[in-house]
């Protein structure tokens, strides 16, 4: 594992923290609507525009072609500049433009991935199903094929940013007669075909970041199948593999800054006794044990890109690492309640980077991408080498 920093390493960090600190926008991001999509996709064209876009993508589908270190840097920056989170840009970003760059054909990459980039298209990711969430596998959304068309049946669930998104990674069920790992097929659904509805649904926070969405005869061109039509399962696995691996690396960073803030707070509020929170020997030990488990998953991140850094896809391995996020998110956001103290229950439900907001959201850390039990599965299985769970 080689930690260093190179010169030109130093000097890029140099370039990000000048252009960040003159471009960041000033305003809060909007709540989850029409607002949310147009600030963001306007922030992501003037990082395309600056040259700043996907980074460690391929120089040919419009990324710099540099490596995880320098997107790493890029991250860290970012959240020292206090930028906005990814929200409705995250599966585009995050996951769905890493499985098109390892499994899409070229006429797919060269439509897709540039436009992602510069924030023209928003994706979501249409893979859980009512009764199929940790066993993906057994989703049943249907797809015929007739002609050059699938049509498509069927239902989706807590679909992110659905109500907003221009495509999906859907992944459906085309031959019901094969074993339930195989006959699927992830294709690229265009949200705005005819037979889409979309549901949103309500969050903790007051957001909708989720969605209901139903297909009824929906037809899809076969032009936009991933891979083959029946290789779905594989596909899927790549886009897990970014899901689970490096998709949160931005989060795993941005707490680092989240604890600093918070043991600055405890260093400013008092608590009843009037003594300022930091002198309290149990908020203290607290603050400092969080700060530990904040530092070692940094350390992690950096040993997963160092290593991921010679693979095309990250290995099971980051997965650990978004079980360990997964829940130290929450001790840290549920610290900071302690903290804030009856200020946490000022709560704005606009403003969705408040500490109360980001609290509310950690309740789903240890559910989306993957449970932390099904997480635990697959450290236990496919890092430990441990027997296989026998319901899988
Ligand atoms: C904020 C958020 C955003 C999401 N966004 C999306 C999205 O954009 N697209 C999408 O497709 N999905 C999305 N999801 C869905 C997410 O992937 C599923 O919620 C998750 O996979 C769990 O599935 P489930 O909800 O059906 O729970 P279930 O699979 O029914 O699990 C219920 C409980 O049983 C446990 N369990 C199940 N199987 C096992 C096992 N084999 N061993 C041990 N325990 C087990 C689980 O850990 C859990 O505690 C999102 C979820 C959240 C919370």
């Known amino acids: 594992m080689q ?12 370039e990000v923290r000048t252009w960040l600190s003159e471009n960041v926008p000033k305003d809060r991001l909007p709540p989850i609507g029409e607002e949310h999509k147009a600030f963001l996709k306007e922030w992501q064209k003037k990082q395309f525009d ?33 930028g906005p989170d990814s929200g409705c840009l995250f599966v585009g970003l995050k996951h769905g433009g890493p499985t098109l760059i390892v499994r899409a054909s070229e006429e797919q990459k060269r439509f897709h991935l540039p436009a992602i980039l510069k924030g023209e298209q928003i994706w979501c990711q249409g893979f859980s199903e009512p009764g199929a969430g940790s066993d993906l596998a057994g989703l049943r959304t249907r797809g015929v094929i007739d002609g050059d068309h699938i049509v498509v049946n069927g239902q989706k669930i807590w679909t992110s940013y659905a109500q907003l998104a221009d495509y999906q990674e859907l992944l459906i069920r085309t031959d019901p007669e094969m074993s339930k790992h195989r006959g699927l097929t992830w294709v690229i659904g265009d949200m705005s075909l005819p037979g889409i509805t979309v549901r949103p649904i309500q969050s903790i926070d007051g ?57 600055r707070m405890a260093g400013e509020r008092k608590g009843r006794d009037g003594r ?30 160092s290593r991921g850094s010679r693979q095309e896809m990250p290995g099971p391995e980051g997965t650990y690492l978004a079980l360990f996020y997964g829940e130290v998110v929450q001790r840290v956001m549920a610290a900071a309640m302690d903290v804030l103290g009856p200020d946490s229950l000022m709560f704005d439900a606009h403003d969705c ?40």
């Open 276 to 305: 300022v929170l930091i002198k309290d020997d149990a908020i203290a030990s607290r603050l400092a044990r969080l700060r530990g488990e904040v530092a070692a998953l940094r350390s992690m991140t950096y040993m997963a890109a």
């Open 50 to 82: 600056g040259g700043w876009a996907g980074i460690d993508w391929p120089r040919e589908y419009g990324g710099r072609g540099l490596s995880i270190i320098e997107q790493i840097i890029w991250f860290e920056e970012y959240v020292r500049a206090g």
């Open 207 to 263: 957001e909708y970041h989720n969605c209901e969405v139903f297909y009824d005869n929906v037809r899809i061109r076969l032009k936009n199948v991933v891979g083959q039509v029946g290789e779905g399962w594989r596909v899927a696995m790549s886009t897990l593999s970014f899901e689970r691996g490096t998709s949160f690396m931005h989060f795993q960073l941005e707490l680092s800054h989240a604890i600093d803030e918070l043991i």
């Open 353 to 392: 980077e408040a500490w109360t907001h980001r609290y509310l959201r950690t309740f789903a850390s240890t559910i989306g991408g993957g449970t932390s039990e099904i997480r635990r599965n697959i450290v236990g299985e496919r890092v430990l080498g441990l027997p296989r769970d026998s319901r899988a």
């Open 3 to 14: 930690l260093t920093v190179s010169a030109e390493e130093k000097q890029f960090r140099e």
